[in-house]
């Protein structure tokens, strides 16, 4: 399994941008898809973007389409979340996960291995 850190949440205004990171160890993360989800309080875990083994293949959930981007460094065992035009709504816990290719992309329970998140608060 591999292991997976996210950095890089805080507190911003409506409007600012954050990039997150997730950065992975005892795997080389160039083996596996990544993919970011978010959970607000009292709301299921949601799908957020997704990034397949080599970069190539990327999708994004319909609310958050042009302003997010994921891209990956395979060469630093890190993928990335572009946070751009933040809103209120995208208050959340952030989470990066990782799975083999393959399989639905935008479901957690296809995922095998989780960081533990990190805070993204926009506030209006």
């Known amino acids: 399994q591999v292991q997976l850190v996210e950095s890089g949440g805080g507190l911003v205004q409506a409007g600012d941008s954050l990039r997150l990171s997730c950065a992975a160890s005892?795997?080389?993360?160039?083996?596996?898809?990544v993919a970011w989800f978010r959970q607000a309080p009292g709301k299921e875990r949601n799908f957020v973007a997704y990034?397949?083994?080599?970069?190539?293949?990327?999708y994004y959930a319909d609310s958050v389409k042009g302003r997010f981007t994921i891209s990956r460094d395979n060469a630093k065992n890190t993928v990335y979340l572009q946070m751009n035009s933040l809103k209120p709504e995208d208050t959340a816990v952030y989470y990066c996960?990782?799975?083999?290719?393959?399989?639905?992309?935008?479901?957690?329970?296809?995922?095998?291995?989780w960081g533990q998140g990190t805070q993204v608060t926009v506030s209006s």
């Open positions: 990034i397949n083994w080599s970069g190539s293949t990327t």
């Open positions: 996960a990782a799975k083999s290719p393959g399989g639905a992309y935008e479901k957690p329970y296809g995922y095998n291995s």
């Open positions: 005892g795997r080389l993360l160039g083996s596996y898809a």
